[in-house]
């Protein structure tokens, strides 16, 4: 629930910004809400693991320093494709973060049938 209120919040602050208002000081608001549910949902999935079995822990764990891993490698390669002018586009942030998403499931996935 809090991914997705977190979500919500994020696409709030995009769409917002753009369609519903013009104020800089409500997509300020929204920004702070943004993070506060943000940080929610950090809290939560941190409470989630550690209610976890052994097992179900060691499968996040991995899961989670794998996609953190690649996920810090692949951006800067991302990055430095960008500022060297190898890709005709520029880098964005929401291609990294949809590689970390896939990232993760996939990474869960395969640890999830490893120790089952």
């Known amino acids: 629930m809090w991914a997705l209120a977190w979500v919500c919040t994020t696409a709030l602050v995009t769409f917002g910004s753009m369609?519903?208002?013009?104020?800089?000081?409500?997509?300020?608001?929204?920004?702070?809400l943004s993070l506060a549910v943000g940080?929610?949902?950090?809290?939560?999935?941190?409470?989630?693991?550690?209610?976890?079995?052994e097992l179900q822990r060691k499968i996040q764990l991995e899961s989670m320093a794998l996609t953190l891993g690649l996920t810090v490698v692949v951006?800067?390669?991302?990055?430095?494709?960008?500022?060297?002018?190898?890709?005709?586009?520029?880098?964005?942030?929401?291609?990294l973060v949809l590689f970390m998403g896939v990232t993760y499931i996939v990474c869960t996935a395969i640890n999830n049938r490893k120790y089952s």
Request: proline share 0%; hydrophobic share 50%; no cysteine.
């Open 39 to 53: 940080v929610g949902m950090v809290l939560a999935n941190r409470k989630f693991v550690n209610a976890a079995d």
């Open 19 to 32: 369609y519903l208002w013009e104020s800089s000081l409500l997509t300020g608001i929204a920004i702070v």
């Open 75 to 95: 951006g800067l390669a991302y990055s430095q494709l960008d500022t060297t002018n190898l890709i005709n586009a520029d880098a964005e942030i929401s291609t």
